[in-house]
C-alpha cells in the first residue's frame, strides 16, 4: 500500500495473474509475488483517504497483513535526505483533544503511539537494510543535489503522521520539540501511516511501513520531488517489497 503510483515502483507490473479490482473509487490489483497471494493499494494522500483503504483491503480483501511504502520528511537529528526509516510505532501529531483527553492520544485507545508489528518490522528491517546497502552504491546523488558519495542508512523509530505537508523549519522544529519534551524521539513526519496502524488495529491486521527520506521537512526544498521520488523512493519500495516479500513464510510455511 502506498499514497502515490511512484512509491510502489514496478510492482504492479511484477504480479502474477493480475486483477484489477475497482472499489471506493480506488484500484486495487490482486495476484501474486513470490508465493504470496497479494494486493497492491494506491490510497492517495492524508489520513482519511489511507483510511478509507485501509478499510476497504480488510472487509472487501481480508487481508492479514499491510506493509506502506512511501517518502516522509526527515525530523530526527540524523535522518538524512536519501536515508530510509523502518516504522516501529506511530503517532498523530494533530490529534489533540485536550484538556478532556491527553494530547496526541486518539480516544478509545490505549495509548499515543500505536506499534506496528514486532515480528513484520523485523523482517522488514533486515529486507530494508539490505537493499539500502546495495542501492546506495548505484544512485547518481550528485544528480538529484546530494553530495557525492553520500552513504543512506536505515533508522528504526517514531514516525507521526497528520494532515499537513510540513515544510518549514519554523514547523518542523516546533513539532520536533514537542514531541521530543514529551518523551517521544520522533524520526519522521508523513500524512498516511498513523491513520493505517489506527485502523490495522481496529482489524487485527498486522502492520509495518518503511518510509524513504524526500526532505528534511523545512525550506530547503533544494531537491526536486518528483524526480527523487522517481529516482530514489520508487526504487528503494520496489526492492525493499520483493526482497520483503521472498523472505515471509507463506502460508503454505507457516
Known amino acids: 500500500m502506498s499514497a502515490l503510483p511512484q512509491e510502489q ?3 504492479v ?27 497492491l493499494a494506491l490510497s492517495g494522500i492524508g489520513k482519511v483517504a489511507a483510511a478509507t483503504t485501509t478499510t476497504v483491503l480488510a472487509e472487501h480483501f481480508g487481508v492479514t497483513r499491510i506493509l506502506f511504502t512511501g517518502v516522509a520528511g526527515g525530523l530526527g537529528d540524523e535522518v538524512r535526505v536519501g536515508d530510509v526509516v523502518v516504522a516501529q510505532s506511530y503517532l498523530q501529531h494533530d490529534m489533540d483533544a485536550s484538556p478532556i483527553f491527553e494530547r496526541w492520544l486518539v480516544p478509545g485507545y490505549a495509548s499515543i503511539t500505536m506499534d506496528c508489528n514486532i515480528a513484520l518490522t523485523q523482517q522488514l528491517a533486515l529486507a530494508t537494510g539490505l537493499c539500502v546497502e546495495q542501492d546506495g552504491h548505484a544512485i547518481d ?6 553530495e557525492a558519495g553520500h552513504r543512506p542508512r536505515m533508522h528504526q523509530g517514531l514516525i507521526v ?3 499537513r505537508f510540513v515544510s518549514t523549519q519554523r514547523e518542523s522544529q516546533a513539532l520536533r ?4 519534551t514529551a518523551g517521544h524521539d520522533v524520526l519522521a513526519v508523513e500524512m498516511e501511516g498513523a491513520s493505517v496502524a489506527q485502523v490495522c488495529a481496529d482489524y487485527g491486521i498486522a502492520f509495518t511501513a518503511v518510509r524513504t527520506i524526500s526532505d528534511r521537512a523545512d525550506d530547503s526544498a533544494h531537491l526536486d520531488f518528483g524526480l527523487f521520488v522517481e529516482k530514489v523512493a520508487s526504487r528503494y519500495a520496489d526492492h525493499i517489497a520483493h526482497a520483503f516479500l521472498k523472505a515471509l ?3 503454505a510455511g507457516g
Open 249 to 251: 513464510p507463506t502460508a
Open 13 to 39: 507490473q511484477a504480479l502474477q495473474q493480475p486483477e484489477r479490482i475497482e472499489r471506493a473509487g480506488r484500484s486495487f490489483y490482486r495476484g501474486q509475488l513470490h508465493g504470496h497471494d497479494v494486493v
Open 141 to 146: 546523488w550528485p544528480a538529484l543535489g546530494l
Open 177 to 180: 520539540s514537542a514531541l521530543t
Open 161 to 163: 503522521s497528520g494532515d
Open 9 to 11: 515502483g514496478s510492482l
